[in-house]
């Protein structure tokens, strides 16, 4: 099954050209055969951030939302905050498995991420640090199999259908 995906890259200094993790990014879900429907860049600004994932989460052709940037600790670092704002529910076990894959090859830096997840109007949010080495390790370690249908025991695709269930 494709997944179809949104990607917004949080930043105050790249552009299309030069968005080193999001092209990787982009490159990642081509391979994995998923469909890419948009991608923006936008400033660290908490309510930039909120309107774009707010109209992203209100089309019904995207899937799955990925940002890239704005998780690490300095000031201007407001995605996770952006999330938590439009969260319908958190999903800790993300963060807990990212930064556990990231000690592996970046050691205890891995505890400067506040790399998160959440449901909002039933689309996945993924929110990854802006580096290259981040964003490698969140695809290759995590969603690469949970965005795989076929992965088991089980995979984020097969919930789709059940995400709004009231």
């Not at 704005?70 to 938590?84: S, V």
């Not at 000690?103 to 891995?110: C, E, R, V």
């Not at 505890?111 to 969140?138: E, H, M, W």
């Amino acid at each position: 099954m494709n997944v179809n995906i949104a990607l917004l890259t949080v930043t105050d200094t790249r552009t299309i050209d030069n968005d080193k993790s999001g092209s990787i990014l982009v490159n990642k879900i081509v391979e994995a055969n998923h469909k890419l429907i948009d991608r923006k860049i936008c400033k660290d600004n908490k309510e930039d951030i909120i309107s774009i994932l707010k109209d992203w989460t209100n089309k019904k052709v995207i899937d799955v939302i990925i940002t890239t940037g704005g998780t690490g600790l300095t000031g201007r670092d407001i995605t996770p905050e952006a999330l938590d704002e439009i969260a319908d529910k958190h999903i800790p076990g993300f963060g807990e498995v990212f930064r556990t894959i990231s000690l592996k090859t970046i050691g205890t830096s891995s505890i400067q991420s506040r790399a998160c997840a959440i449901i909002s109007n039933g689309k996945y949010i993924f929110s990854l640090p802006g580096s290259s080495g981040g964003v490698t390790d969140a695809w290759d370690g995590i969603l690469k199999h949970q965005l795989d249908i076929n992965h088991k025991p089980c995979n984020f695709v097969e919930l789709f259908p059940r995400l709004k269930e009231k």
